[in-house]
Nanobody, 122 residues
């Protein structure tokens, strides 16, 4: 079992920055792939970024490239979000999967946090 607790969401103006955190516990993290997803009402959960905990291999959605950075330190996963746009407004979720490969689909992840709201005003 893996427990994930997100924090760091909030309200920010367009062009601003936020850093999301995901505190992970419960099992050996070095064998996990961890990702960030986001969801807006009526839409499917969307991949944002993911990283292999031990190897540091990271991948990004096209919408996140050049603006967002995923990284991990100790027992926490982070998502640094810069140059935020109103279309980035969503509930952001942290997820974990016991996999050797970085994955982009929500259905491939076994563990989820409760989500944190990010609202970007224009």
């Amino acid at each position: 079992q893996v427990q994930l607790i997100e924090s760091g969401g909030g309200l920010v103006q367009a062009g601003g920055s936020l850093r999301l955190s995901c505190a992970a516990s419960g099992r050996t993290l070095s064998n996990l792939v961890m990702g960030w997803f986001r969801q807006t009402p009526g839409k499917e959960r969307e991949f944002v970024a993911a990283i292999s905990w031990s190897g540091g291999n990271s991948v990004y959605a096209d919408s996140a490239k050049g603006r967002f950075t995923v990284f991990n330190a100790v027992n926490t996963l982070y998502l640094q979000m810069n140059s935020l746009k109103p279309e980035d407004t969503a509930v952001y979720y942290c997820a974990a999967d016991a996999s050797a490969e970085v994955r982009k689909h929500a259905w491939e992840y076994d563990y989820w946090g409760q989500g944190t709201q990010v609202t970007v005003s224009s």
